[in-house]
Nanobody, 117 residues
Framework: QVQLVESGGGLVQPGESLRLSCAPS????????MGWYRQAPGKERELVAR???????DYADSVKGRFTVSGDRAKNMVHLQMNSLKPEDSAVYFC???????????WGQGTQVTVSP
């Protein structure tokens, strides 16, 4: 069982930045993938950004050029740097990792990001 502890959400104005952090209870070098999803009210959960084995990254088209996902080996954490935030980025953001022989998905509890004037 993998535990994920998230931090860094909050309320910001359009154009500002936030950094989300996630601390997995396993070594991030052992993960098949790690990253962030989000879910806005009335919408399905969607991939925001992730790092897969081999340091391959995937980003939602809506965040390319504004968001950056990264792994911090020294602190064993996963970060999502979000710049130039827009109101449509408002959602609950979930940390996600894929780990183990069955490539099981594990989820954080979610952190709220609100972008509003």
């Amino acid at each position: 069982q993998v535990q994920l502890v998230e931090s860094g959400g909050g309320l910001v104005q359009p154009g500002e930045s936030l950094r989300l952090s996630c601390a997995p209870s396993v070594n991030i070098l052992l993960l098949y993938a790690m990253g962030w999803y989000r879910q806005a009210p009335g919408k399905e959960r969607e991939l925001v950004a992730r790092i897969r084995t081999g340091a391959n990254t995937d980003y939602a088209d809506s965040v390319k050029g504004r968001f950056t996902v990264s792994g911090d080996r020294a602190k064993n954490m996963v970060h999502l740097q979000m710049n130039s935030l827009k109101p449509e980025d408002s959602a609950v953001y979930f940390c996600n990792v894929v780990y183990g022989a069955g490539w099981k998905n594990y989820w954080g509890q979610g952190t709220q990001v609100t972008v509003s004037p």
